[in-house]
């Protein structure tokens, strides 16, 4: 009897101390399932947030697909017109052309039973072709001026030339000189002109220049056309006034001599102006030039704008 009763206070404290350990565990698993659910609402919230952006960006995106789409384009399109962008675009190629191409002039001569003339020959360009075709073009030309004289017997004849105006696109030469056939009183006082247009290989005469009607032909027998020979001013107006309007029309026409297009008139221009050369009696000099300023000239006067912009001359 006493051994139970001695054992009871052990008793009672081994529970005490079974109920404390039972009581700790519980208020433990308390605090790990409020914060498993803290944790859990944590996650549940950013889970939230993730969706609602995700449905905010998604939202844009639609909003600019429709915008792009309402505006007709789209990036595919951007990308489309960048490439024909690029395509359109000249190639070095292009841009290589010889619009710009500069070329060197080298004097010619031809002699032949007392003939003499000078001419230019284009040398320096990459195209062979079209420089060959640029020479044919001066050769004949310069040699035109035998149709003045038709195979005469005893004829002395002597020409030289002189460049009056040349670009990469354009080339005026002027020739002068004297043509004298055995038993005439006198000889010839003589002037002719080319004008070409290099990049279309072609001559320039004075009808591609100016509009010829009788506006121009009365601004050509005016005061705006001045004498280039000092000695020949005084009696320029005289001068002028037998010109006709046919004369000008045929002018620059060496091909014509001795037909019914026969003209004694011939253009040249300058780095400044027009000129106009007149054929004359032999005691006035055997022909005149008249030249007008490009910045005189009336807008209305020119045929197009061709030949100023071949001489790049702007009003």
């Known amino acids: 009897m006493n051994s139970k009763k001695e054992n009871e206070p052990v008793n009672k404290m081994l529970l005490s101390a079974l109920f404390l350990s039972f009581s700790l565990l519980l208020a433990a698993c308390g605090q790990d399932e409020d914060v498993a659910k803290d944790d859990s609402k944590k996650i549940d919230q950013t889970k939230q947030s993730n969706d609602e952006a995700k449905r905010t960006s998604d939202d844009t995106e639609n909003d600019s697909v429709v915008e792009s789409e309402e505006n007709g384009s789209t990036e595919d399109d951007s990308s489309n017109e960048d490439e024909a962008t690029l395509d359109e675009s000249p190639t070095d190629e292009e841009n290589n052309t010889d619009s710009n191409e500069s070329y060197d002039l080298t004097k010619e001569n031809f002699t032949e039973n007392g003939v003499s003339i000078n001419y230019p020959q284009i040398t320096g360009l990459t195209d062979t072709t079209k420089q060959e075709t640029l020479n044919d073009l001066l050769y004949k030309e310069a040699h035109n001026v035998l149709n003045f004289y038709d195979e005469s017997d005893g004829l002395d004849l002597e ?7 040349q670009s990469a696109y ?11 056939v055995e038993g005439a009183a006198h000889p010839n006082n003589l002037f002719y002109t080319t004008n070409v247009d290099i990049q279309n290989r072609e001559r320039i005469r004075l009808s591609d220049a100016v509009v010829l009607d009788e506006s121009f032909l009365s601004l050509f027998q005016s005061d705006a056309f001045k004498a280039v020979n000092p000695d020949q001013a005084e009696f320029a107006s005289d001068l002028k006034a037998n010109v006709t309007l046919d004369q000008l029309q045929n002018a620059d026409n060496l091909d014509g001599i001795g037909t019914d297009q026969h003209s004694e008139t011939f253009t040249y221009f300058t780095d400044s102006g027009l000129g106009i050369s007149i054929g ?10 008249f030249e007008i300023m490009y910045d005189d000239a009336p807008d209305e006067m020119w045929a197009g704008d061709k030949i100023r912009n071949l001489l790049k001359t702007y009003q």
Request: proline share 0%.
């Open 170 to 180: 354009f080339l005026s030469v002027q020739y002068a000189g004297s043509g004298y």
């Open 280 to 289: 004359t009696s032999h005691a006035a000099g055997g022909h005149a030039a």
């Open 159 to 165: 020409i030289d030339y002189t460049i009056s105006f």
